[in-house]
């Protein structure tokens, strides 16, 4: 997981305003930025308790310092077919995040279970790596209007 830490760490400062840092006491990665339309602050969580043998639990966390409850984006309206990965019931629903699934209530019986992550849901969205799946969050964010 190392390197894919490095991988994280290098995607972010590539990005202004974005940081990324692994809290080792609870296997929480937390990456802040903005949200790339609004430039509304966001930070986005992964749990990587079990990761690689299930896909981490990604969710959106109160910015440093904020005091209400977590903002989550809104789902995409562009027209350009893309789908979004932001789900109405507030979870990032893609085959890379272990709350997607039913074990976890979330809505995708369909999968195939969590072990089955790296081939599930095809078509939807592609993950491998945890860069990857920041990257697809950030892309989406980019299609969202802004938080809510």
């Known amino acids: 997981m190392a390197e894919e830490l490095v991988a994280v760490t290098a995607w972010a400062e590539r990005r202004p305003g974005w940081a990324a840092r692994l809290d080792d006491a609870d296997?929480?990665?937390?990456?802040?930025?903005?949200?790339p339309v609004t430039d509304v602050p966001v930070r986005?969580?992964?749990?990587?308790?079990g990761y690689r043998a299930i896909p981490p639990g990604w969710t959106f966390g109160a910015p440093s310092g904020a005091t209400a409850a977590a903002p989550f984006p809104e789902r995409n309206?562009?027209?350009?077919?893309?789908?979004s990965i932001f789900h109405p019931s507030r979870i990032i629903c893609a085959?890379?995040?272990r709350l997607a699934y039913a074990e976890h209530n979330g809505p995708?019986?369909?999968?195939?279970g969590l072990a089955n992550w790296t081939s599930a849901g095809a078509g939807i969205t592609?993950?491998?790596?945890?860069?990857?799946?920041?990257?697809?969050?950030?892309?989406?964010?980019?299609?969202?209007?802004?938080?809510?």
């Not at 986005?44 to 308790?49: D, E, G, S, Y």
Request: hydrophobic share 45%; proline share 2%; glycine share 10%.
């Open 27 to 35: 296997l929480l990665l937390v990456i802040d930025g903005t949200h």
């Open 44 to 49: 986005i969580i992964a749990n990587l308790k």
């Open 95 to 97: 085959p890379w995040n």
């Open 77 to 83: 309206t562009t027209t350009r077919g893309v789908g």
């Open 126 to 148: 592609k993950a491998d790596t945890l860069a990857d799946m920041v990257d697809q969050i950030f892309w989406h964010l980019s299609l969202s209007r802004g938080m809510c």
């Open 108 to 112: 995708h019986a369909d999968w195939g």
